[in-house]
């Protein structure tokens, strides 16, 4: 929880050849808000980050978050993304996944709905076999 920008910058300066999208979550965005100051620091051209803001910490028990009161467009904008966006409407977010990638690391934020699927699949391999697939992946080029 609160890696995925972290980790998304990293990949995007290591590998410039590549479009890193990072989907992050609005409580695990709150717990790392430093990484976004990061992110703008570095500006890799080659980053897009989309919050998905659901107002709760789903994944350990749906508390809420400060998020409502939170504008991390504002955020990110001051942090130094190119682009930086928020809202509900899916239309705003497509358009903003097909437009060209900018000089810099481009951000949106989703409103959407809390709760989890019943039936929604959790992980059937371990930590370490994610990240040996993860590196085996990379290593060779995204194919």
Same mark, same amino acid.
């Given at each position: 929880?609160?890696?995925?920008?972290?980790?998304?910058?990293? !990949?995007?300066? /290591?590998?410039?050849? !590549?479009?890193?999208?990072?989907?992050? *979550?609005?409580?695990?965005? &709150?717990?790392?808000? #430093?990484?976004? /100051?990061?992110?703008?620091?570095? *500006?890799?051209?080659? &980053?897009? @980050?989309?919050?998905?803001?659901? #107002?709760? @910490?789903?994944? $350990?028990?749906?508390?809420? $978050?400060?998020?409502?009161?939170?504008?991390? +467009? *504002?955020?990110?904008?001051?942090?130094?993304?190119?682009?930086?966006?928020? #809202?509900?409407?899916? *239309?705003? &977010?497509? +358009?903003? &996944?097909?437009?060209?990638?900018?000089? #810099?690391?481009?951000?949106?934020?989703?409103?959407?709905?809390?709760? $989890?699927? +019943?039936?929604?699949?959790?992980?059937?391999?371990?930590?370490?076999?994610?990240? $040996?697939?993860?590196?085996? @992946?990379? +290593?060779?080029?995204?194919?």
């Amino acid at each position: 929880m609160g890696c995925v920008i972290p980790w998304a910058l990293g !990949l995007a300066l /290591a590998r410039p050849d !590549l479009k890193v999208l990072a989907v992050d *979550g609005d409580g695990a965005a &709150l717990m790392r808000m #430093g990484a976004m /100051a990061s992110v703008g620091a570095y *500006g890799p051209p080659n &980053l897009k @980050h989309l919050l998905l803001d659901n #107002g709760a @910490h789903d994944s $350990t028990g749906g508390q809420a $978050t400060v998020s409502p009161s939170i504008s991390f +467009a *504002g955020v990110a904008a001051a942090c130094g993304y190119s682009r930086a966006i928020e #809202g509900d409407d899916l *239309g705003d &977010l497509v +358009a903003w &996944l097909e437009e060209p990638w900018r000089s #810099g690391p481009s951000f949106a934020r989703l409103w959407i709905r809390s709760g $989890t699927p +019943a039936d929604l699949p959790r992980p059937s391999i371990s930590p370490a076999a994610v990240k $040996t697939r993860f590196m085996r @992946h990379f +290593a060779g080029g995204a194919r």
